[in-house]
């Protein structure tokens, strides 16, 4: 098993653009979380799906962040526009179970805003 | 939103030592979890408690999960050098799931 997939690894954009992080979750499983890590404020969940329908976005910062899952597959991040205080490793993970036990965590993607 | 908090925050320790972390929160979880991330990894689980005094072990580690549900610690016997990096407890509860801030080992040969 290849396990949970993210794209890019790393990610250095300006202020201002339009950044798109990306997630493959492993393969059967159901649930799909994304999560933010800072040394300020830790591990924060911003967003989890559970059969590509968002169950609880209640940790998305605010309206520059959107997340969708079109398929079972597939999950994107979408920050539009960018600011620095976004910067921060993204993590997405994914379970077998519609509840949050024994999530398998991607390699994270490292964002810099300048 | 349910708090939970991890102590100590920072740990460094001589390989062959023993050591203790704890997770507390004044909220009662349905499950807690144990996760350990290394440096550029994301978080890896290494246990989950769900029974009130549960204490499980794995190999060095043994974890215990407080008898009101809302406490957990995790004991490492004879650590070593591969049991440097941040582990994080989470606990589930409300529908929704939360992490600690993390204890950063580091162990020295």
């Known amino acids: 098993d290849a396990g949970v997939i993210q794209s890019p690894r790393h990610e250095v954009t300006e202020m201002g653009q339009e950044v798109t992080l990306r997630c493959k979750p492993i393969s059967g499983h159901n649930s799909l979380f994304w999560y933010r890590q800072t040394m300020m404020r830790g591990l924060e969940l911003l967003i989890y799906?559970?059969?590509?329908?968002?169950?609880?976005d209640s940790g998305m910062p605010e309206d520059r962040f959107s997340a969708k899952m079109p398929n079972a597959s597939f999950s994107t991040l979408k920050i539009q526009p960018s600011e620095p205080r976004d910067s921060a490793v993204y993590f997405c993970?994914?379970?077998?179970?519609?509840?949050?036990?024994?999530?398998?965590f991607g390699p994270g993607t490292r964002l810099t805003v300048t | 939103t349910q708090l939970l908090e991890q102590s100590p925050q920072f740990l460094s320790i001589q390989e062959g030592e023993n050591l203790t972390v704890y997770c507390n929160s004044s909220?009662?979880?349905?499950?807690l979890q144990w996760y350990r991330q290394e440096p550029g990894e994301g978080p890896v689980l290494l246990v989950t408690v769900v029974t009130g005094g549960e204490v499980k072990k794995l190999k060095r580690l043994t974890f215990q999960f407080g008898d009101a549900r809302k406490d957990s610690s995790l004991h490492i016997t004879a650590a070593q050098p591969g049991d440097t990096g941040l582990y994080l407890c989470a606990g589930e509860g409300n529908n929704d799931m939360r992490f600690g801030a993390g204890t950063r080992l580091t162990v020295k040969p």
């Open positions: 909220s009662v979880f349905s499950s």
């Open positions: 993970a994914s379970s077998s179970n519609r509840g949050h036990d024994e999530q398998y």
């Open positions: 799906f559970n059969n590509n329908v968002p169950i609880d």
